[in-house]
């Protein structure tokens, strides 16, 4: 009997790749289009790497996409080195280097939008569904994040307040640059934005808690510890048809997380039957803090 198996596995790694970058440039584009249709015509400096541009295009002229590559580029370079290896990967380094790439193609399109408020709006839902699509990647178009994660790393403040204080300073300096009203609107975008990630990255919860039921337990137990580094729980469990034990592993993971948690399961045990579903609060470690 031929063994088919090790065919199989080259061509499945082949097509999730192409999958997975096809998310990378399709999300980066949506991003940089949201950014230059929406957020850049109205002086919306909605944090992140893109409102420092923002500013920096108004108050002395620099093109934005070169502001993007200024920062997104050294801060991947930073990551490397201050966490641990290439941590990131190619395909965080590709949305790095496309995100600028279609905001300087795309730098004279207009669709005449002039209100701020539609600007923050649909701009927030743009680069929510943009970024969205990258983290089903299981990747990120760098920026502010990699940032907060060295602060984190070198501090102990949590990731989570390093994102807010980087974005609320963006946020200030533009009330101070623009206007407070503008500020307001850039804080509309960002609230919009976090709730579109959340629908792309199914469903609107800060965290997920996936269980799972595999007759490979303990190779998906060592698997979610190792890529995923997240704490996993063992729970008792019995079929409900042979009343043979079934244990039944329980992980909570955040919402950038869910699709590699998936594709690790699948890899281990196409078989195994996986529950994601939300987790209103979360408190403890690798999450909020009571």
Known sequence: MVNTRRRTEPRSRLMQGMIDY??????????????????LPNKIASGGVSGISTLLTYTVGFEPAYTLWAFNIPLFILGVLMLGGFKYGIKTLVGTIFLPFVVFISRDWSVGIEDPLLGALFGGIGVGLGLGTVFRANASTGGTDLAAQIFNKYTGVSLGLCVFAIDGLIVATSAVVFSLELALYALIALFVTGKTIDLVQMGVGYAKVALIISDHQEEVRQSILKDVDRGVTKLSGHGGYTD?????????????EVTKLKQIVRAVDPKAFVIVTNATEVLGEGFKRA
């Open 22 to 39: 096809t998310y990378i440039l399709v999300g980066s584009a949506i991003v940089a289009l949201a950014f230059n249709l929406f957020l």
């Open 244 to 256: 043979a034990e079934r244990p039944v592993l329980m992980c909570v993971v955040n919402q950038q």
